[in-house]
């Protein structure tokens, strides 16, 4: 399984625009970039994923070079209640494979 | 029904009790997966059941005994835990064993 590797905090001001850069330098073929985002004492909330290029949904943006070593999560004009624990996660997804790691994750905290 | 539910929200329970932990989910998934967090770490699966039938599980002491009654029920039996037990658990399900997982919201649990 592909180890990931994302900075362990982040600062930023409401309603500017927030990316996270998540390195996986021993992705394989199969595996998919997931994200999550988790407040205090609740679950995971899936947040986007995809495999290569750009993913866009309405909450976020997902960057994935050619190379697919890194990925980027963007988060546009965040708010306070963005500040949250995001988790970048790689996996191979069918199969009898696709167990998800953990990482560390990285701590958002969104200022006034 | 796009959730997965879980109960109880916490629990306190002694060394020598029994207690369970139930989680539910009604979204035709065949996967679910139990996960436990401690404080201010990423989550770190436990067990997978696939189609009903235990498929992973990662060295988890015995005194935590899973369940799967049938495709929307998934039970974590537990007995004589320790202090260091006491961590949210979290149960998330999947399509199928490998895409991606919708978490409950957790069950916080403190053994004394």
């Known amino acids: 399984l592909a180890k990931t590797t994302q900075p362990i905090s982040m600062d930023s001001y409401e309603g500017q625009e927030v990316n996270i850069t998540c390195s996986h330098n021993n992705i394989a073929t199969n595996d998919y970039i997931t994200w999550y985002q988790q407040f205090p004492s609740q679950g995971p909330r899936f947040i986007i994923q995809g495999y290569k290029t750009k993913v866009t949904n309405e909450v976020a943006s997902l960057f994935i070079p050619a190379d697919r070593k890194s990925s980027t999560l963007s988060l546009p004009r965040v708010s306070l209640s963005d500040t949250a624990v995001y988790y970048c996660l790689v996996g191979y997804y069918g199969g009898s494979q696709g167990n998800l790691i953990f990482g560390k994750g990285t701590k958002l905290s969104v200022k006034p | 029904d796009t959730e997965v539910t879980q109960t109880p929200k916490h629990l306190v329970m002694g060394m020598t009790n029994k207690k369970s932990l139930k989680c539910e989910q009604h979204m035709g998934h065949r996967a679910m997966y139990w996960y436990k967090q401690k404080a201010k770490k990423p989550p770190e699966l436990m067990f997978v059941y696939s189609y009903e039938k235990l498929s992973i599980n990662e060295s988890v002491p015995s005194r935590f005994s899973p369940e799967c009654p049938n495709s929307s029920l998934l039970n974590l039996h537990l007995h004589a835990l320790q202090p260091e037990d006491s961590a949210l658990y979290l149960c998330?399900?999947?399509?199928?064993?490998?895409?991606?997982?919708?978490f409950g919201p957790g069950t916080r649990l403190l053994v004394l």
């Open positions: 998330a399900s999947s399509q199928s064993r490998g895409e991606t997982q919708y």
